[in-house]
């Protein structure tokens, strides 16, 4: 098993950043490729990034490429999600996930955390 636990979401005006942290205990951290997924009300959960187990190649939808870094510290058992240039659309619910692969499909990845909101207002 393994324990995902986010943190970092909040209020921030558009334009603005926030940097989520999703620290991991149980099994091995490194072992697991690790993903950032999103849920905004009313909508389907959504593809934001993703990164190997080495943190050797990362992985980005289209929405984020540009403003986001997936990040993580194997020392630290923890994956980071660096958000700039916030727009309204990036408002949801942010979840982390750690799976065998890095791929963007959500039901490949066997542990998911609890999700922290984040909310970019205009």
């Known amino acids: 098993q393994v324990q995902l636990v986010e943190s970092g979401g909040g209020l921030v005006q558009v334009g603005g950043s926030l940097r989520l942290s999703c620290a991991a205990s149980?099994?091995?951290?490194?072992?697991?490729?690790m993903a950032w997924f999103r849920q905004a009300p009313g909508k389907e959960r959504e593809f934001v990034a993703a990164?190997?187990?080495?943190?050797?190649?990362?992985y980005y939808a289209d929405s984020v490429k540009g403003r986001f870094t997936i990040s993580r510290d194997n020392t630290k058992n923890t994956v980071y999600l660096q958000m700039n240039s916030l727009k309204p659309e990036d408002t949801a619910v942010y979840y982390c996930?750690?799976?065998?692969?890095?791929?963007?499909?959500?039901?490949?990845?066997?542990?998911w955390g609890q999700g922290t909101q984040v909310t970019v207002s205009s």
């Open positions: 996930a750690a799976g065998n692969t890095a791929v963007v499909v959500s039901s490949l990845y066997d542990y």
């Open positions: 149980g099994r091995t951290f490194s072992n697991y490729a």
């Open positions: 990164i190997t187990w080495r943190g050797r190649s990362t």
